[in-house]
C-alpha cells in the first residue's frame, strides 16, 4: 500500500521556520521524483520544489528560492522540506508528491498534507 505521510506543519511567526518532513512506503522510493506543493485558499496548487532520484538535482518556485531547501533520503525513504524567512503569503496546505514515468505510464502519488500558517 502506498503511502505518504507529511508532518512538521503548524503556526509560525514571520521570519521563523519550518521543517516538513515527508515519509514514504509501499513503493520504490528512490526511483521516484520528490515534489512539494501547496495550495492557499481559493488558490490553485502550485508547485513548490522538486528534487530527482538520480544525482538530487533540485529546482524551486522563485517565490521561495534561497528560503526553502529540499533534500532527501533514499536510505530512509524520506524527503524534507525546510522553510526559513516564512512569510504571511507562504501559509498553505503543503503536499508531498511522489512521481515516476514507466513510458507511456506515470506513477503519481500525493500525501495528504500539512498545514503552514504564517501569523503574527
Known amino acids: 500500500q502506498v503511502q505518504l505521510v507529511e508532518s512538521g506543519g503548524g503556526l509560525v511567526q514571520p521570519g521563523g521556520s519550518l521543517r516538513l518532513s515527508c515519509a514514504a512506503s509501499?513503493?520504490?522510493?528512490?526511483?521516484?521524483?520528490m515534489r512539494w506543493h501547496r495550495q492557499a485558499p481559493g488558490k490553485e496548487r502550485e508547485l513548490v520544489a522538486v528534487?530527482?532520484?538520480?544525482?538530487?538535482?533540485?529546482n524551486y518556485a522563485d517565490s521561495v528560492k534561497g528560503r526553502f531547501t529540499i533534500s532527501r533520503d533514499n536510505a530512509k525513504n524520506t524527503t524534507d522540506l525546510q522553510m526559513n524567512s516564512l512569510k504571511p503569503e507562504d501559509t498553505a496546505k503543503y503536499y508531498c508528491?511522489?512521481?515516476?514515468?514507466?513510458?507511456?505510464?506515470?506513477?503519481?502519488?500525493w500525501g495528504q498534507g500539512t498545514q503552514v500558517t504564517v501569523s503574527s
Open positions: 508528491n511522489a512521481q515516476r514515468v514507466f513510458g507511456l505510464r506515470v506513477a503519481n502519488y
Open positions: 509501499g513503493f520504490t522510493f528512490s526511483s521516484y521524483v
Open positions: 528534487i530527482t532520484n538520480i544525482g538530487g538535482s533540485t
